[in-house]
Structure formats: structure tokens, C-alpha cells
T-cell receptor, first 118, second 117 residues
């Protein structure tokens, strides 16, 4: 079974600085997707960035980028130029690329609570 | 498009009471699912559906029932609420039960915070 581990329950960053959130995962599958979701105090789950395992190039979305190390099964999120609005719980998630039923589910880590200091 | 909607937003139940959490989507999505979120445990899959009339269990199904009579709706029923079911519940949907890629992203509802006393 696949697992996702986030070892940093809480992180803090100064406004305008850069912070990296860690995520490791375990799987025996060769093809899969990895995601970072943001959950602000409103509770809404917001997709921040996605990575397809077959792509070697790291995904980027504006100030958000990932460092995907497939062999090490590591998927960290870097937030550059941190803003007050980035304060939230961040979840790393895994989904199999093989379709059908339960394999379509997302497997989540336990989350990292990010505080942004002004 | 309203996306994925959930009602109610908040609910307090007494132990033993029953209730239904509603979930609806207007995107004609094939796949729908329910997750629960507990502190320190992330989100865990309760039940899912790959189409109208087809449901199956996820990781933590005990104490919950689901049905899928239409493509749009996927209600979650608590038959006899227990304090262990105090949680935040999320409904999610995606276009297909089998497709991969960007077109099959999962969309989440706003969540229901349930407290069982």
C-alpha cells in the first residue's frame, strides 16, 4: 500500500522569504501523480501544484515549485517570496496513474501548518 | 457552475442520532468520494462511487453508508452517530473513474464540520 509522510507538523517563514515543505512517499508503482494542496482557515482544499511521475522536469506554478526526486521518493514544495496569504495547512498527496475504482483515490500526508510572519 | 456543494456546513449531533450529509456536483462527473479529516491524520477515504448505482468502500467505511442514485448526488449517511465520527467531512468529484492526467483532477466541496456529543 502507498503511504505519504510529512515530517514537519509546523513551519514558519518571514514574509518575502523562501520556505520548503518536505514530503516523502512510498509506492511500488512506476507511474503516479503527486500533489500539494493548500487548506486555508476557510477549510477549502485548493490544488497548488501537481507532478506527473513520468516527467523529469519539476513542476512550477508562479511562486510555487517542487523538487521531485523519484529515486528517493521525495516531493518537496518550495514557496518563494512568501506572502501572508500563504499561511495555511499544506497537504502532500499521491494518486495512482492506473485508473479504476479505489486507485483513483488520493492518499494524503498528515499536513504541515505554515505560518507567515510579517 | 456551482462545482461541488455540501450541506450543512456545520452540524452537532447527539450519540445515536442519524443524519445525512449532502453532496452534489453539477459538472457531470463520474467519480465521487467522501473523505474525513482528523487532526494529525490528513484526509482518509470513506466511500467512493464510480458512477450512478455503483459504490464501494474506502479506507474507513465503518459507521457510514452511501448510495448514488443519480450522477449529481452522493449523500453520506451516519446511521447511529458516535463521538469517534466527530470530524470534518469532504466530498470530492472528478471527471472519470479511470482516466489519468490533468483532466481528471479532483474537485473538493467546502466541507462539513460534524460534532457528535
Amino acid at each position: 500500500a502507498q503511504t505519504v509522510t510529512q515530517s514537519q507538523p509546523e513551519m514558519s517563514v518571514q514574509e518575502a522569504e523562501t520556505v520548503t515543505l518536505s514530503c516523502t512517499y512510498d509506492t511500488s508503482e512506476s507511474d503516479y501523480y503527486l500533489f500539494w494542496y493548500k487548506q486555508p482557515p476557510s477549510r477549502q482544499m485548493i490544488l497548488v501544484i501537481r507532478q506527473e511521475a513520468y516527467k523529469q522536469q519539476n513542476a512550477t506554478e508562479n511562486r510555487f515549485s517542487v523538487n521531485f526526486q523519484k529515486a528517493a521518493k521525495s516531493f518537496s514544495l518550495k514557496i518563494s517570496d512568501s506572502q501572508l496569504g500563504d499561511a495555511a495547512m499544506y497537504f502532500c498527496a499521491y494518486r495512482s496513474a492506473f485508473g479504476g475504482g479505489a486507485t483513483n483515490k488520493l492518499i494524503f500526508g498528515t499536513g504541515t501548518l505554515l505560518a507567515v510572519q510579517p | 457552475n456551482a462545482g461541488v456543494t455540501q450541506t450543512p456546513k456545520f452540524q452537532v449531533l447527539k450519540t445515536g442520532q442519524s443524519m445525512t450529509l449532502q453532496c452534489a456536483q453539477d459538472m457531470n462527473h463520474e467519480y465521487m468520494s467522501w473523505y474525513r479529516q482528523d487532526p494529525g491524520m490528513g484526509l482518509r477515504l470513506i466511500h467512493y462511487s464510480v458512477g450512478a448505482g455503483i459504490t464501494d468502500q474506502g479506507e474507513v467505511p465503518n459507521g457510514y453508508n452511501v448510495s448514488r442514485s443519480t450522477t449529481e448526488d452522493f449523500p453520506l449517511r451516519l446511521l447511529s452517530a458516535a463521538p469517534s465520527q466527530t470530524s470534518v467531512y469532504f466530498c470530492a468529484s472528478s471527471y472519470s473513474a479511470v482516466a489519468g492526467g490533468r483532466t481528471n483532477e479532483q474537485y473538493f466541496g467546502p466541507g462539513t464540520r460534524l460534532t457528535v456529543t
